[in-house]
Each structure stands twice: as structure tokens, then as C-alpha cells.
């Protein structure tokens, strides 16, 4: 009887990863325990810690992948059009599909996070995250600086700070909509997606040159 091929390191490690994401929708990150993550993926509690040194790392490696997902879906979001405002809605879409589909990291992704890697203990992960996000900014930094080169957008937008606001406004935007949608639906007779994009064009239009 043939024997069955030894999976590689990595197998082990996604099973164990969408195991935890699992559970960390299902019971929130500080009441997962990393023998309810054994449980789950089916390994004992002392497998788990051969690929992974502990829950933090395990935290790392779902934020990380979830922020390289993001990534993606931003650079596609930007390559979809030559157009300004259309470029910058898809990017909206893009924010919204990304909440939509991991609601626990985009929370994460905008907390506190560590910058210092030359004084500080960090994981590796922890590193790797701060670069893709760096690369994200990159690209709406890129994004608008063309923007302003075809005159759609304001001159003397500061794109440091420009792209900060974007962050937080379109983040709190999107996270207001999913928390209060049966309020929007109520008291303002709106969808999710209709309040979502009145609030992108107001957004949008602080941004604009004064030809658009």
C-alpha cells in the first residue's frame, strides 16, 4: 500500500491560520485559546506551537495576508481606469469589499502599530505589514499626484496628510455604514451602498479642482 505524501510546512500552516480566523470572527481574538485553535484545526496544542511560537504570531500572519490582500485589491482598483473620480470610487469599492470580507483586520489594520524596528522587539510579520502598508500609500500617493497633474485634483493638496485623511475618513465612513445600516435604512431611507457613495462624493469633492 502506496504511503501518503507528507504535506509540506505551509499546508499545515493555513490549515492552522483559517482555523484561528475562524474562530476569531466567531469568538473575538481575546477569547480564542490556542487549544480552541487546536481543536478547530485538528492538531494538538503541542503541533500548533511547532509552526507557530504563539497566538500573537499566529495574529501576524492573518493581519499580514489580509493587508497584502488589500494591497491587491487597491493596485487592481487603480489600474482599472485612466480616469480620476473613477479611479478614486474604485478604490472606494475596493475599501468596502476589503471590510466586507475581513470586518476584524480592517479594524486592526488602523489601530496603533509598531514603527520602531531598530529599539523595539517586533515580529517579523509586524515588519512585513508596516512595508505593504507603506507600499498601499505609495500607491494612492502616486494616484494622486497624477490627479493633481491632469488638474482633477487641488494643487496645493499636501499628499502626506491628504492621504491620512483618506485613511480615516473613508475607513470610519464604511465601519458607520455596516454598524448603523438598519439606522441609515430607518431614519434616512437609505441603503448601505447609497449612503456609502453620497458620502464618497462628498469626499471626494474636497479634493477636487475647481473645473471638476
Known sequence: MARRKKQPQSEHRKKITAAAEQLFMAKGIENTTMSDIARMSGYSKATLYVYFKDKEELIGV???ESMQKLYDYIKSALECSNDTKQRY???CK???RYQEEYPLYFKMVLDTIN??????RFLPEEKETFLVGEKINELLAVFLKEGMEKGDIRAD???HQAIFFFWGTLSGLILLSANKENYIGQEMKLSREDFLQQGFGMLYRTIVGENV
Not at 115 to 120: L, S, V
Open 157 to 159: 493638496l499636501q499628499i
Open 115 to 120: 514603527i520602531d524596528f531598530e529599539t523595539t
Open 89 to 91: 470610487l474604485e478604490i
Open 94 to 96: 475596493a475599501l468596502v
Open 62 to 64: 492573518l493581519v499580514l
